[in-house]
């Protein structure tokens, strides 16, 4: 039996998940080591990014099956901000304050917007003609 990813909804966003914590630690988890001379945080972070993008583009491939690109991207956008809220708490020990749960609240309101019920069997200008598929 052979699984099509493009049917697997919630696989996407899973792929998300694992890929934004590759990018968090590679974007700020150098910041635990300030010692360290710049041109190894580079490189360091471009190797974690590697697999940040392994996980990212089947993410994003397989997800355009079920989501159109913008809503992909404010998914990216709410998992990006969850993974880097715990990893700023576990990681940096920083303390999420008010404003930024209010700030994540607009990002969840905007989750709310993209969402909203529309013809989702419109076809996207760049899909291939039903007769095709």
């Known amino acids: 039996m052979h699984l099509d990813p493009t049917q697997m909804k919630w696989l996407p966003v899973v792929l998300l998940v694992g890929s934004n914590v590759f990018m968090t630690f590679a974007?700020?988890?150098?910041?635990?080591?300030?010692?360290?001379?710049?041109?190894?945080?580079?490189?360091?972070?471009?190797?974690?990014?590697?697999?940040?993008?392994?996980?990212?583009?089947?993410?994003?491939?397989?997800g355009h099956a079920n989501?159109?690109?913008?809503?992909?991207?404010?998914?990216?956008?709410?998992?990006?901000?969850?993974?880097?809220?715990?990893?700023?708490?576990?990681?940096?020990g920083e303390?999420?304050?008010?404003?930024?749960?209010a700030a994540f609240a607009c990002i969840l309101a905007a989750v709310a917007f993209t969402f909203l019920p529309g013809r989702v069997d419109q076809e996207r200008p760049l899909d291939p003609?039903?007769?095709q598929r």
Request: hydrophobic share 60%; glycine share 2%; no cysteine.
């Open 95 to 101: 303390r999420i304050r008010w404003n930024h749960i």
């Open 129 to 131: 003609p039903a007769a």
């Open 67 to 92: 989501f159109s690109a913008t809503q992909l991207k404010i998914i990216q956008e709410v998992v990006t901000l969850t993974v880097f809220s715990v990893f700023v708490i576990t990681w940096l």
């Open 27 to 62: 974007w700020y988890g150098h910041l635990k080591f300030k010692s360290s001379p710049l041109w190894l945080v580079i490189l360091v972070s471009w190797g974690i990014a590697f697999f940040e993008y392994l996980l990212m583009v089947p993410a994003n491939r397989w």
